[in-house]
């Protein structure tokens, strides 16, 4: 048996090659300044859905991009994207199929030489942006493991595309033609970041155990007595924390700075794009104290329903009195993000919003495109 100690100094371990295999190479180890998932923390836990009795105040978490982000590969959701597998433009002559046996569901491969399949098991990301799935398999000690489905559903095109990160050619082996095969480490980690609590049974992630999606707990803690008694606050609070713990704390998933290696940490790094925290924290704006991913986000709502639009973000402090940080340099008023914080394309199909704020390189091709 491994105590919860155990279990803590194990995920930290993990934590540490986190990047390794999900960023460019970086050999950096920081482990022991990352902070500490909760997700395979044994005890503590309320029932997911009490925080709703008392407090009404968030109820329009429901739907959030962070509540969705997984679910059985067999739920609806999953299964409608994947039926359209037939019809997809993007894989017509790929030889997959996709197959409904009772509960569960296959992809299969078919060639000449032979035909290969793989259950589908879950489905990671709530579709707002992306949806990928894995089917799940127990290795020769006993470890779960992963193969990653070779295709994602990406929203905006409506169709399928190659899963960000697999290579364009397919892999050798049995599992080529449908994806990607993962060690445990690799596997727990994609569930850790998509999880609110992630049990793990001498190295099998305990998927009847498991809560999908990062709900309320994840962000603040097992909330157990807190419901017991009635509002006792925990040790999770996030009132009273400074901004770089604060900003931390949503990176230990959207990636901190430490993670890479700093060749990697310049502005006109697309690949950063992605990683909003690594961004912010190295803006000019960080430098106020008050600058936290909740100057503009509502954690609490889907981000369609945040309203990210307009001047408010930037006039918290940009509001051209004495004491703050000056308006814009080149006389704009209105339309700030087109010109700081635009959406980049990475290798992947996805637009990401650049959160690194600054005074753009191109900054005179995007003076062209308002001027016309
Ligand atoms: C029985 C009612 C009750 C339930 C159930 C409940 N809370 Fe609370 N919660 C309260 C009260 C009362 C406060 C205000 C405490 C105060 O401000 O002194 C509070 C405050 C909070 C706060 C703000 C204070 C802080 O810690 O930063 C958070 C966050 C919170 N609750 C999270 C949760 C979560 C998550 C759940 C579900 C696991 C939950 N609560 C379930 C009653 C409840
Ligand atoms: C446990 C990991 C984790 C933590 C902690 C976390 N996030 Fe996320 N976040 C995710 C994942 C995974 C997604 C992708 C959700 C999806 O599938 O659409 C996401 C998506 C988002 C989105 C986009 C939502 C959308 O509707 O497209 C925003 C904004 C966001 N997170 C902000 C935050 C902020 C702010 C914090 C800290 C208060 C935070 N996140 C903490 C993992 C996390
Ligand atoms: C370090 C935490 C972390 C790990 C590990 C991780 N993810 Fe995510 N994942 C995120 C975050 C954060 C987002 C939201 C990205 C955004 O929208 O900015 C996300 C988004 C996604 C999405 C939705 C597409 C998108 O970009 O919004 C899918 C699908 C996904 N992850 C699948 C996986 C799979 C499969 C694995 C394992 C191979 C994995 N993730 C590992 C944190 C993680
Ligand atoms: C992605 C992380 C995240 C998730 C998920 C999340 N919260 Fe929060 N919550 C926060 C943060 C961050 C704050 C502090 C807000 C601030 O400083 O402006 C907060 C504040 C609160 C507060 C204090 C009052 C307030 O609105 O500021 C309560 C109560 C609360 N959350 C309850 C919940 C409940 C209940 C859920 C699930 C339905 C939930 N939270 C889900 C991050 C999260
Ligand atoms: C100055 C305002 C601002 C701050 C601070 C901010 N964001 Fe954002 N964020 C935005 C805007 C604007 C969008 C684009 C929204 C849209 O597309 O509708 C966005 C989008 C996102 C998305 C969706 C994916 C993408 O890149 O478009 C994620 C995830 C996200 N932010 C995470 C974070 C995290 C984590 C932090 C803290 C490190 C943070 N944001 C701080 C303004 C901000
Ligand atoms: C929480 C306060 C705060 C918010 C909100 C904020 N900023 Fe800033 N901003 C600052 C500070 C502080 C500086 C640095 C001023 C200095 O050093 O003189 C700065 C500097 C800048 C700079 C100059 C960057 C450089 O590299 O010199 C630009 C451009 C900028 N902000 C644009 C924006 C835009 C656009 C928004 C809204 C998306 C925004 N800021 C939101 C506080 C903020
Ligand atoms: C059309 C593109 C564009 C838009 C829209 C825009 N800016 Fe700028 N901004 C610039 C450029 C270019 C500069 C650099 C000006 C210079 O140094 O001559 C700049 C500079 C700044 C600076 C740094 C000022 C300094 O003196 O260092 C801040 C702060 C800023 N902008 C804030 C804003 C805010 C807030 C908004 C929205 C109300 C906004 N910008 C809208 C292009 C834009």
Not at 238 to 262: K, Y
Not at 278 to 288: P, V
Request: glycine residues 10%; contains cysteine; negative net charge.
């Amino acid at each position: 048996m491994v105590n919860a100690k155990g279990y803590r100094r194990l995920f930290l371990a993990l934590l540490a090659c986190l990047g390794a295999s999900l960023l460019l190479n970086r050999g950096r180890s920081r482990e022991e300044e990352l902070p500490r998932h909760v997700v395979n923390q044994h005890n503590g836990w309320a029932e997911s859905n009490t925080c709703y009795d008392c407090h009404v105040e968030v109820d329009g978490f429901v739907g959030t991009g962070h509540g969705e982000t997984l679910q059985p590969a067999g739920s609806e959701v999953s299964l409608k994207l994947l039926r359209q597998i037939a019809s997809s433009p993007a894989l017509q002559d790929k030889g997959i199929q996709i197959e409904e046996r009772g509960d569960e569901v296959y992809a299969i491969h078919t060639d000449q030489q032979g035909t290969q399949e793989i259950r589908l098991d879950w489905c990671f990301g709530s579709g707002l942006h992306a949806r990928t799935w894995v089917g799940t398999l127990g290795d020769s000690w006993g470890a779960t493991d992963q193969v990653e489905f070779r295709w994602t559903w990406y929203n905006h095109l409506d169709d399928f595309g190659l899963t960000p990160g697999q290579p364009e050619e397919q892999m050798p082996g049995y599992f080529g033609h449908l994806g990607v095969l993962y060690d445990h480490p690799k596997t727990r980690r994609c569930f850790a970041c998509h999880t609110t609590r992630l049990p793990i049974d001498e190295g099998r992630i305990d998927f009847s155990h498991m809560v999908t999606g990062i709900q309320c707990q994840r962000c603040h803690g097992p909330q157990e007595k807190h419901v017991q008694s009635e509002g006792e606050i925990s040790e999770h609070s996030w009132v009273g924390i400074d901004h770089v713990e604060s900003v931390n704390r949503c990176a230990q998933c959207h990636r901190r700075a430490e993670e890479l290696e700093d060749e990697q940490i310049h502005p006109d790094n697309s690949f950063l794009a992605r990683f909003q925290p690594i961004g912010l924290t190295n803006s000019a704006c960080f430098n106020s104290e008050k600058m936290t991913c909740m100057t503009c986000h509502d954690p609490h709502l889907p981000l369609a329903k945040q309203k990210l639009d307009g001047i408010w973000q930037c006039t918290q402090c940009h509001d051209g009195t004495a004491e703050n940080y000056g308006l814009c340099g080149a006389g704009q008023l209105d339309d700030c993000m087109s010109c700081h914080m635009p959406k980049i394309k990475d290798e992947t199909p996805l637009l990401f919003t650049d959160h690194w704020i600054r005074v753009r390189s191109d900054k005179g091709e995007i003076h062209d495109k308002k001027d016309e």
